[in-house]
């Protein structure tokens, strides 16, 4: 069953629905969703989501000198309690290269796992359908600076109708942290740079308060109001430093990134650069097809600031909670929000915390839960039910804790609403796999083979009834 | 065979060099909330090619004739193609790092954003990327000098680990040859393919072309306009040379000078850097304005180990070597912050304030190096000095930098 809630972003109906089926025969899919698929609450809403069991969770993982083969890898790790490999890992893919294996995501049918690499600059697409049990390389880019005109660092990779549009991190001028957003096409040609804006150029924005970084991060969308957003951390020269090393640099902790940018999401022009100090990083939007907002947070300053449309139609930026004791940098990393809108998980790096945020009132979120995952903690996955939460460890190669106080895993837990119960723990470096990064959510039922006794035409039509 | 002209990233269009040395990324004030950014954008990042041939055969206003070794003769074809290998990133083992990644040419041909260099993987460098300006004239190469020419010298960055992290000189050479864009390159300017002498010759011969002078200073001191400095700089120059004595080792000649006596000295700094004990507490910079006192602890978890630095003595293992730097030169001092081996003193007011208490003291201490009672006043006079060592063509050399092919994976 497809959820009325996936789609209500758009403000789709079944007729929808079915367009969007007609759209995927049209192009050659044999494939056709029978059932409706549960994933994690932050994807992209270009494509279908899911309320049911995930069968796998692909780890897009760092490999790490002395750990195995060293190199990154796509880690496959069965995720459905009825599979008899649960909570085991079923498939690695090696890619060669410890390229910083940092962010992924899929193509808009949902065929294609994009997975970027922060240092050397490669997009390596991995075939998801033709066995999710099994992924496999599919094609690497690995001409992005060049297409793009000097941008480094793909980092999130976001489905967009047909493309995918990639948030840089840096340049190939100065390592630093002035970047763009790139286009590709799902086919991974590509399309267009579209630069942040800085005081130079401000290519039409507003400068709504003192800065305009000209850096990036995240990208989200909010369709209904023809709205993107994106988010800033830093270059190459800090996101590739030892940790240590960058605290005890005070020039390099001045080019850290302190804008959140709305954009035109039409034309992909950027309309107003708002002050978010303290390295706003992830973004996640509201579900609700009434909710003109999205949250992020700030690493450095460990704040919560909620991004919204105010009565006048104005984008503002508001900083709206406090994340655990600021002065002990807890740095907030990977944030989840809950399909009814209702709960934001928030992780924190240094403590290895997990934290449940109750933003009902999205203008006063309040904690409600705090539990240690590990010694540290980076992204967090929520199934699209909010039952089942998924978390791994690694934040960035140089960033993360170094020798005993390091632990590196895939961690699974059932969520009733009041407590977290393990199910299955991945230790990644005795599995001699690497540094497990983000997680992205596979199921058999998306790709389940269509009648094949019908045609396109017939199986349109038998939707339209 | 390929192009070299064909490779330009951009041109400026206009004759006047527009203002282009500093940070495209500008923060200066970070420190306060009133901070507000000056970022410049990445598109107009673009140059103009200039004449380097001609820095080398009559470098500008005070600097002397530039030393060119006889079995490397000089050319317009040389320098060209050192110049590409310079920007090309293709040249470390990832394909990520050239060597303009730590020698940024808006940011004085070193790294103003950085304290010490980040190489391959983010591997860490113990030190700061020394200024290329006028690299033609060193006479040891590297802090601690272990190093006598430019073409021995690119090797030692393409193959170290924490920089560009080749494994070996056939990886590099093997490399250049599978690039299309580098047929024929070396066969038409060395008459034989790229080995590695021919890399290193191409290479050095470029930075042999970076060279910088005719500042204000130049033209007061060796041009004899009168005009061209204030009187500041003119009684800061008497007290470089009179009371605080900085000539002693930043040495001018009559009628050239490059500011550095090539030797290597104990100020006490990489002492006082070897046997630092850090305080329980430091305040952290988040965000513009805004600072938060942490405990110094609270990274150790997150932290490589620092690697201690011994300066020339990790070369002749002679105790009395202990902390030895070479002297770097003063000119375009200004623009080639942050300062000492280790990129610790942000400002030259912190540089000149170390050296009038003395530098630290240590067994092995310079005896150059003591206090100097420099008066306020006269410290701001050495500064004037100092500000005015900047060359006349900087903003054309960071042009033609600009201006080059930057080499990524076609």
């Known amino acids: ?465 | 065979m390929t192009s070299l002209n064909s490779f330009a990233a951009g041109e400026i269009s206009n004759t006047q060099i527009p203002q282009l040395h500093g940070a495209g990324d500008d923060k200066t004030g970070y420190e306060t909330k009133y901070y507000t950014t000056k970022s410049k954008a990445l598109t107009t990042r673009v140059g103009k090619k200039t004449d380097l041939l001609s820095l080398i055969k009559q470098p500008p206003l005070g600097l002397p004739n530039v030393p060119i070794p006889a079995n490397n003769p000089i050319s317009v074809e040389k320098i060209a193609l050192g110049r590409k290998l310079f920007y090309d990133r293709r040249l470390s083992l990832n394909s990520t790092f050239s060597c303009a990644m730590c020698h940024v040419p808006e940011q004085g041909f070193t790294h103003n954003e950085l304290a010490t260099a980040v190489g391959l993987e983010g591997r860490s460098g113990r030190r700061n990327s020394p200024t290329l300006f006028n690299i033609a004239y060193a006479e040891k190469l590297f802090h601690d000098g272990r190093e006598d020419t430019l073409e021995q010298q690119v090797w030692g960055p393409l193959l170290a680990h924490n920089e560009m992290g080749n494994p070996s000189p056939g990886v590099v050479l093997r490399k250049i040859r599978t690039l299309n864009d580098y047929n024929g390159l070396f066969e038409n300017v060395f008459n034989k393919p790229v080995n590695m002498e021919t890399l290193g010759m191409a290479l050095a011969t470029y930075q042999r072309s970076l060279n910088s002078a005719n500042s204000p200073f130049d033209q007061w001191y060796f041009g004899h306009n009168d005009a061209a400095v204030t009187p500041s700089v003119k009684r800061g120059f008497k007290l470089f040379r009179g009371k605080a004595n900085c000539i002693a080792c930043h040495t001018v000649n009559n009628d050239s000078a490059v500011f550095t006596d090539h030797k290597l000295h104990n100020t006490g700094h990489g002492f006082s850097v070897s046997t630092y004990q850090r305080p329980k507490k430091q305040r952290l910079l988040v965000a513009p304005g805004q600072y938060i006192e942490i405990d110094s602890d609270l990274f150790d978890s997150v932290s490589e180990k620092k690697p201690n630095d011994v300066g020339l003595y990790e070369i002749t293992e002679d105790p009395a070597d202990r902390w030895k730097y070479k002297t770097p030169t003063l000119r375009n001092i200004s623009l080639t912050a942050p300062y000492m081996h280790d990129g610790a003193f942000k400002t030259l007011e912190e540089v000149v304030n170390f050296y009038n208490h003395g530098g630290t003291p240590n067994e092995e201490l310079d005896p150059l190096i003591k206090p100097l009672g420099l008066t306020p006043n006269e410290i701001q006079d050495i500064l004037a000095f100092l500000n005015s060592l900047t060359g006349s063509n900087v903003d054309e050399l960071i042009a033609d930098g600009f201006a080059a092919p930057v080499g990524d994976t076609q």
């Not at chain 1, 992830?282 to 992020?296: H, M």
């Open chain 1, 1 to 465: 069953m497809i959820s009325k809630e996936t789609f209500t972003q758009f403000g789709k109906t079944l007729k929808g629905v079915m367009l969007g089926s007609a759209v995927a025969l049209s192009i050659g899919i044999t494939a056709l969703p029978q059932q409706a698929q549960a994933d994690e609450t932050c994807m992209s809403p270009y494509m279908a989501k899911i309320v049911g069991q995930e069968d796998y969770i692909y780890v897009w993982t760092l490999g790490a000198v002395g750990v195995g083969d060293e190199q990154d890898k796509l880690v496959t790790v069965a995720a459905n309690p009825k599979d008899k490999n649960y909570g085991k890992v079923i498939n690695s893919i090696s890619v060669g290269g410890r390229n910083e294996a940092h962010h992924s995501g899929f193509t808009d049918d949902r065929k294609y796992l994009w997975a970027g690499g922060l240092d050397t600059n490669k997009i390596f697409i991995f075939d998801v359908h033709t066995n999710p049990s099994k992924p496999t390389l599919h094609k690497t880019i690995e001409n992005f600076v060049a297409d793009s005109g000097g941008v480094v660092g793909p980092h999130t990779t976001y489905a967009m109708p047909g493309t995918m549009m990639i948030s840089g991190l840096s340049n190939n001028k100065d390592h630093g942290g002035r970047t763009a957003l790139v286009e590709y096409t799902n086919a991974g040609d590509f399309v267009a740079t579209h630069w942040m804006p800085t005081d130079e150029n401000l290519n039409g924005a507003k400068k709504s308060g003192q800065f305009a970084d000209g850096y990036g991060y995240d990208v989200r969308v909010l369709p209904r109001r023809n709205m993107m957003v994106t988010s800033s951390f830093t270059g190459w020269n800090n996101y590739m430093m030892d940790f240590g090393k960058l605290v005890g640099d005070a020039e390099a902790m001045k080019r850290m990134g302190n804008t959140v940018v709305i954009w035109d999401l039409h034309t992909k022009q950027p309309k107003k650069v708002l002050d978010v100090p303290g390295a706003p990083l992830e973004i996640r939007c509201a579900w609700g097809a009434d909710k003109n907002y999205c949250f992020t947070t700030t690493a450095l300053t460990s704040r919560i600031w909620l991004i919204y449309e105010d009565d006048k139609g104005e984008w503002q930026a508001k900083d709206v909670a406090a994340i655990g004791d600021a002065s002990k940098i807890p740095l907030p990393v990977d944030i989840s929000i809950s399909s009814d809108d209702n709960t934001l998980w928030v992780n924190t790096f240094m403590d290895g915390k997990t934290r449940s945020f109750d933003i009902s009132n999205p203008h006063a979120p309040k904690q409600v839960f705090e539990q240690q995952i590990g010694k540290q903690v980076n992204m967090v996955s929520s199934s699209w039910d909010g039952k089942r939460l998924y978390y791994t460890s690694s934040l960035l190669a140089n960033w993360d804790k170094k020798g005993e106080n390091q632990d590196q895993y895939l961690r699974a837990f059932d969520w009733d609403g009041k407590k977290l119960t393990s199910t299955f723990d991945i230790d990644f470096v005795k599995a001699g796999l690497g540094f497990p990064h983000q997680m992205r959510f596979g199921s058999n039922a998306l790709y389940a083979k269509a009648p094949t006794s019908k045609s396109a035409d017939a199986i349109i039509a038998s939707l339209s009834k």
